[in-house]
């Protein structure tokens, strides 16, 4: 191993970082012992680390953790929250109080694994390998928008450099030459059950780090002035820094040190005790780390009338490009960005991305840090859209659920979904995006059938709360709607009924299409068919459906283009569930494995064409 | 740029590749063109290398895809089927008929993007970086547990190396030594919408792979002579090797070679015609490759008679556990094998992986190359239990959703489901599993409330088709059941009532307890509850809800600890749907985002306790 440090530190300052460091990790174990439950072994690794950066690099306004010239702090490795919440009380910004007492506690906003209940965190961690992507999108942010002089700092695990999508955000880190970004590895060697794959192979990290573009530096973990040294050359770095520190697991515990079998354990009570003791006992020391330099308040952005695309009712418009047109018309919001996973000639956020080069963001195929930098980047205040295919937004649900739990706001959008997209075959149809998605907290899920509703959807998502979801379709539908409908977010759109009817036609996106269809066919027999279109499908339009269950005494027949389970019928049942009169719901959805085919073709295969709409509201009417 | 090739192929062999080479492009454009989409050109860039392969180093008994001693080709780059299907005809598996007149129609085996409906593809692709991983999965197998000489070639692209899951596949082959493994990445350039990130940096893929542990050989992918020596040193390596060929996309059609806005669209039908002049024409070469060394036929494994676990009833046992232990009785059977992420101390895999050493695969933090290890094993005939977080599985849900494509025979177990985990918070806690693994195409999806029934439906799940999903519990719950008890998948348990009922609880897994406590507590106000405990979610049994309507008139309480959408309480009022009678379903879930705490307070928090259920029967009885 290289030890490349100099050491610019001596005699007092040393004893104080180490004072500090020793602060750290005795409330690292008091609270975990008192809360009965944490990692405070995971925290003793990286305290050395932590009081350097605090007490010397950090530049954070701790009175005002929403100063836009602060550094960003992220514990990729969530875990160490025990240490993380001494860094709070060490610099003032909690109470010992707070810390001892409310540690993972009902209430509390000292939770297991860090949140953003906590005004210092940008972004839920706890799930591995996600810190570190969204660091990447906070640094995108500084650099390439805000350019501000802040810096990210990511405090990540050596288990968690196994998750692929680490390497997806070093890519990416290198690929846009993030200087405002680096990332500390604790590399202690010890994973939840035994060592990790790499353990002590700080040489193969380093070769690693430095294949995919981002400067290594090699660093004892626990030496104060050599991770000093580091950290100070990560910040004048022209690119991203990998800090890669050897660390002990378990570090100022000699009983723990390097021991398997205490992963996410707190010492028992007399254990804990003569460890405080050993370690000099409790401390009081304040750290006053460096300040950010001062900078201009973001001016509040114009807010230009939003023009939104026009479209001719009748006329042949994929959603999938009212989304580009919709997004690309948002585009004079400067707070609007937009991102891709390299399919933006499909998913049409190339027109955004044409129109305003500057704030569009190519994320080549690598859906979860796709999701990871939009993540970042609302962390800045930005609004950002992500597109991929619908299918492949499955890539990244581990992080849309994260986003949720971040109360992140960002903008989804999924495209070429369902059977409807044809010939390329299942792998490419979303078929459970609205399953997953609706099970998102605190989500939202669009689906338009048109490519004027789909532009005012579009619009809405910019200013709306958690993560917001749209599913496009493929192929080109005639749009339904005049130019300046409203399409408010839990609403839903009643294209044909009268006073009462014979049965009720549910869809929302291609579906409604073959409703309208099935709905003529039926009117031909005789039969009146209500037809509704959802394109709220999180959250529902409850009031429409109570409408319809009366108008047509309990008769809907509910169409998607989806698997049976969790999708739209799911919705509307769930909606309906607690109803005391009787409601008779014929699903219609995609039963069994699709293939290749014509659109049409595989919707009537499927069981969703207008045939078995027809035949489905026969058999209710 | 290195080219490390020695030529040993000369003259007339070079000729008959060469025109194996031009046969394969000029399939490959004719179908998609007839076809009127599909990938010509990224079928165009690979050519070269898939003529070498086959007609030299793919050792494979194209008469019995089932011989177990056949080599594995993995399309990793799916889209290029028409250089796939294009090899099956040369091959002889395939008619130019079948290909010419089938390619992407409804009903063809020929499907945009490869699926096991042809018998000589192991897994479907389609979704870039897994069909390497799966790759991983079949090479462990051999090497670890077949001990055949077979070896597993994945044709890679280019763009799909920016996704993480191919760097945890590197990783893994590295790690475990794969020498059976190669993977060629056809270094073409473009992706679909312009250049890709790295170009024609094949340095810096070299450096990469070098780093993740796999032996990189740098070659011209046109170079017949290069690609056959890369290969024959591959086969001969020590260790996992990656053939990086520099390719062109289109290669063969000057009109379009290296031109960017041709991925993904097939040449008209005059640029076609002349395309396929210029390259010679139609043939109709037959290419006999090398064949397998015969293999023993692989034994039947000897079926021992399976000794479950069992509990004392009241005893306090986690269902984890349970998994555990029943695993851990199923090793009796060779051909169970179980997988993990760096948590089988949570999970109790650990009880497989001590019985059983040799069948247990350690994947670390790499959920997404977990399940694709797991698709990869069964893929010769392993029955693949992996195990982790059932919040992390949602890491790999795009593999999940695949590995129904690909309709691979999986067990996936989740542990720590629901707000029940406590003191960790959110970010571990699995709330929206039961929607996401309900949506998967064909999947099975199990919660048991005890260690009995847990352990009986592990038995079943090691024989079941499909996707299986079982979700266990973190904490403690007494044994409700005695041991034997027979628990079929599609079945469900009534655990309280009489015939009829004021109302019915249902739940499964944890609430199952609190469904019993609030039966009791209304039986004291002189409410007669039902319990019923529907541990198979995914099959529902319908006739036990249809029993509770008619014997309750129609009053239900859903409870479960996961967020409200597509979960339990979907599944009971999917299947509720089409009943004309009057029902009423008052749906229990978690609303809100969880906090940390005890489980007791989060479940009563969430709004899933005994008190909440107890008002709900109230307000319906």
Known sequence: MTMEAERTLRGEELTQL?????????????????AGSGHPTSSLSAADLMAVLIARHLRYDWVNAGNRANDHLIFSKGHASPLLYAVLRAVGAISE???????RQLGSRLQGHPTPALPWVDVATGSLGQGLPVGVGIALAGQYLDHLPFHVWALCGDSEMAEGSIWEALDKAGHYGLRNLTAIVDVNRLGQRGPTELEWDLDTYRRRVEAFGCHPIVVDGHDLAAIDDAFGRARQATGPTVVLAR????????????????????????????????LGGVRQIRVAGPRPEPSPPAEAPAAPPLELPRYEKGEQVATRNAYGDALRALGSRPDVVALDGEVSDSTRADKFGEAYPDRFFEMFISEQQLVA???GLQVRGYRPFAATFAAFLSRAYDFIRMAAISRADIALSGSHAGVEIGADGPSQMGLEDLAALRAVQGSTVLYPSDAVSCAALVAQMADRKGIVYLRTTRGKYPVLYDNGDDFPIGGSKLLRGGKTDDVALIGAGVTVHNCLAAADELAREGITARVIDLYSVKPLDQQRLLDAVRDTGGRLVVVEDHYPEGGLGSAVLEALADLAGPVRVKHLAVHGLPTSGTSAQLMDQAGIGVHAIVSAARALA
Request: net charge neutral; glycine share 8%.
């Open 97 to 103: 109080q707070e810390l001892m007492e409310t540690y």
């Open 373 to 375: 930098a939009a993540v």
């Open 18 to 34: 180490g004072e500090l460091a020793a602060q750290l990790r005795v409330d690292a174990i008091r609270c975990s012992t008192r």
């Open 247 to 278: 660390t002990i697991k378990g570090k100022g515990v000699p009983d723990v040190e390097n021991q398997p079998g205490w992963h996410g354990k707190p010492l028992k009570h007399d254990m804990a005790e003569r460890a405080v003791q050993a």
